[in-house]
């Protein structure tokens, strides 16, 4: 090889191994890549950020909004509720989730999809005695299978398109990748209805610890006027650090305080509000100056509500404690439990590291989901017992906007970029979205490491890393013969999107499977679909694909639960793509 070869191979590398350390996000791993081979000579400036100008990511960015404006108007909240209002339980339920939800998925953006489904699919199952642990696993994997059907499907399919178009091959229509992946959707959904209801185990969710445990409380004590409290702060108080028990809150007249901030002056006949566990009561009672009022259980009344809410891997607060972040102050919310691989933390809170996956169960506003729904911050927001909405919003204008867009690109009548731009501007014009929200919709990490990876795509194969990887690849199972360097690069791929993110594994894989390709007699579109099927098809982890991370905790996994249900839809999944493929 090279020196411009071994060069790109070393920064693929350190790029891919700072993702599995958890060191860097995908999106600023592949951006500083490609930023490195252009320092290095390796790209030139054109090369290195034409793909922020490509159509993929452009495409992905519209289809955001799509999603957004499809969840504003109430539409997947009513679909989510009509299909599980229409089934018993058991296999029954299942199988009608599954069925529906991945046909969403194959027009849908499956991250708001889950972000709808999962708190009603939780609260259904809550109502029934049911365990969340059975429905929320697959309803992760019946969106990523939905996601293969349609190359709208997933942003994956969308990165392997713009990849061909660069290379001269011309971009993957609507239905392209329908042929291979809609036997991979219908093998999966039936090994699920089948699979799941035996292989997935009854787990304890956050919610139900904290209901059948008892152990949260919010209590209210009254300031005695004259008190030892009245006219001094909370430090002064000593009611800052308090052993299993915080403030929260201060009702003072009309006025609320919150969070509270160790300088507010207590006032005579001011409400103070507690949580923390309820074996801690008695100490509260104790503090000079404070009389007892009212005693309540967690779930709280009037602007008061709980929430759960899932740390993403991009989120800020990974690494750092609560006491770091002032996440009372930031957030305006209070954290009563934190909940990890299927176990609830029982270590002093403020102090915990927090993790990806970690579910903070709070105690807060109504107006923090609204708030922070849409932000990296968290994978997942979602209000327990949350009330149901109002009439549906828009319902026609997206109806009909939605489908102006999707049927001309299925009839080949319209390039899909042209149709998406279009439908994200007649949603913002027809007063569905405000500016703001449409541009607060569209997930930026994915935009960055799409483009980003398409410039590192160039790299490999300019610099003749992805041919001379290819021709190993081909040397090495040659004795397999054509299927051999085929398999290869579909266990490559299946690897790949487990370590890090699905767009990665689809950038890496690409430049090596349309240069095998040619070597082993394979069409290049058809060895491009099945690195586009098998790049979403994460389902041994949590980590590989967002939606698995934000069911992580709201179910109450383990990280070996995806493995157990994972394994039989993995190989299914490389059996079809691999003889699909081949044949």
């Known amino acids: 090889m090279s020196y411009e070869a071994w060069f790109t191979l070393a920064v693929v590398v350190i790029c891919l191994a700072l993702q599995i350390l958890e060191r860097v996000g995908a999106a600023a791993g592949f951006l500083g890549a490609t930023v490195v081979l252009l320092l290095a000579g390796v790209l030139t400036p054109s090369e290195a950020f034409a793909g922020f100008s490509s159509p993929a990511p452009i495409t992905v960015a519209a289809l955001f909004v799509l999603a957004r404006a499809v969840e504003k108007a109430g539409l997947l909240y009513r679909l989510t509720n009509a299909i599980l209002g229409a089934a018993d339980r058991g296999r029954q339920t299942l199988a009608m989730l599954v069925s529906s939800i991945a046909a969403l998925s194959a027009f849908i953006n499956n991250t708001p999809l889950v972000a709808v489904a999962a708190p009603q699919v939780a609260d259904w199952a809550h109502r029934r005695g049911l365990p969340p642990s059975k429905y929320l696993m697959p309803l992760s994997y019946a969106t990523i299978l939905g996601g293969v059907i349609t190359t709208v499907g997933t942003s994956t399919n969308l990165v392997v398109s713009g990849m061909l178009e660069a290379d001269g091959y011309g971009p993957l229509n609507l239905f392209d990748i329908t042929p291979v992946g809609l036997p991979v959707a219908i093998a999966g959904c039936a090994l699920l209805v089948w699979l799941a209801p035996v292989l997935l185990p009854v787990r304890r969710t956050a919610r139900a610890e904290l209901e059948e445990g008892t152990r949260e409380f919010v209590i209210s004590m009254r300031v005695v006027p004259g008190g030892p409290l009245d006219g001094v702060t909370v430090e002064e108080g000593g009611l800052r650090h308090l052993q299993g028990v915080f403030l929260f809150q201060v009702n003072r007249d009309k006025e609320v305080l919150a969070p509270v901030s160790p300088t507010v002056v207590f006032k005579g006949d001011d409400l103070v509000s507690f949580a923390g566990q309820v ?45 770091d972040v002032e996440f009372r102050r930031q957030y305006q919310a209070a954290v009563l439990a934190i909940h990890r691989a299927g176990g609830r933390v029982e270590s002093k809170l403020g102090v915990v590291t927090l993790a990806p996956g970690d579910t903070l169960l709070l105690l807060t506003d109504a107006g923090f989901i609204t708030r922070w729904r849409h932000r990296r911050d968290f994978l997942l927001v979602a209000q327990l017992d949350a009330p149901t909405p109002g009439p549906p919003r828009y319902t026609w204008r997206v109806a009909l906007i939605a489908a102006a867009i999707v049927l001309p690109v299925a009839l080949d009548l319209v390039p899909m970029l042209q149709m998406a731009v279009a439908g994200a501007f007649a949603f913002v014009m027809a007063r569905v979205l405000t500016v703001t929200e449409a541009i607060e919709s569209i997930d930026t990490d994915v935009y960055i490491l799409i483009s980003a990876s398409l410039g590192l795509g160039t790299a490999m194969e300019k610099s003749g890393l992805s041919q001379s990887l290819a021709d190993a690849l081909v040397w090495v199972l040659a004795d397999a013969g054509p299927l051999g360097p085929l398999v290869g690069v579909v266990l490559a791929t299946v690897v790949l999107t487990e370590l890090v993110t699905n767009n990665a594994a689809a950038a890496i894989m690409y430049p090596i499977a349309t240069a095998t390709a040619p070597a082993v007699g394979i069409d290049v579109r058809a060895m491009a679909i099945a690195v586009a099927v098998m790049a979403s098809c994460s389902f041994l ?35 079809l793509v691999t003889w699909l493929t081949y044949r």
């Open 279 to 323: 074996d801690m009561i008695v100490d509260l009672q104790r503090i000079p100056g404070l009389v007892s009022a009212e005693a309540k259980h967690i779930a709280p009344e009037g602007h008061h509500v709980l929430v759960e809410a899932v740390v993403g891997w991009q989120s800020p607060l990974v690494g750092r404690t609560l006491r």
């Open 541 to 575: 982890t949590p980590i590989g694909y967002q939606t698995n991370m934000m069911v992580y905790g709201p179910g109450g996994y383990r990280f070996l639960d995806y493995t157990r249900l994972g394994t039989p839809l993995t190989v299914v999944s490389i059996l």
